[in-house]
């Protein structure tokens, strides 16, 4: 199993209380790749992202969907390097792609980044 598959099914296991709407979207690049909606009827995109190294790769499509949409867009990161989950808001994906890791997360545990997502809109 690829490791962003891998990193999806680890988070939907640790969030039953949101219900995940996986997007494989090949018309409309850029489009995260999940858009989940929570208890307090909130709706929102997660782009999922593995890597090797601090460095974050992103298309000049993801990069122009979060500054179009930055508000309740997250990009979720899992290192292999250290097994951390970093979580980051989509308003926040110019300077992510330039500084990658070294970019202070809203979050950088999975646990922690999940409890955020599922008490959005409280």
Known sequence: MKPERKFWQELKKKTPNITWTRIENLALPG???????????????????????????????????HVKHPKNTFILVKSLASS???????????????????????????????LLLESLGA
């Open 84 to 114: 951390l989950s970093y979580l980051y808001e989509g308003s926040e994906i110019e300077t992510l792609a330039a500084r990658g890791l070294l970019l202070d997360a809203r979050c950088s545990e999975l646990d922690a980044c999940c």
């Open 31 to 65: 489009v995260p790749d999940l858009l989940g909606y929570n208890k307090n009827n909130t709706f929102f995109t997660v782009e999922l992202k593995v890597t090797r190294s601090k460095k974050i790769k992103f298309s000049p499509h993801q990069i122009a969907f």
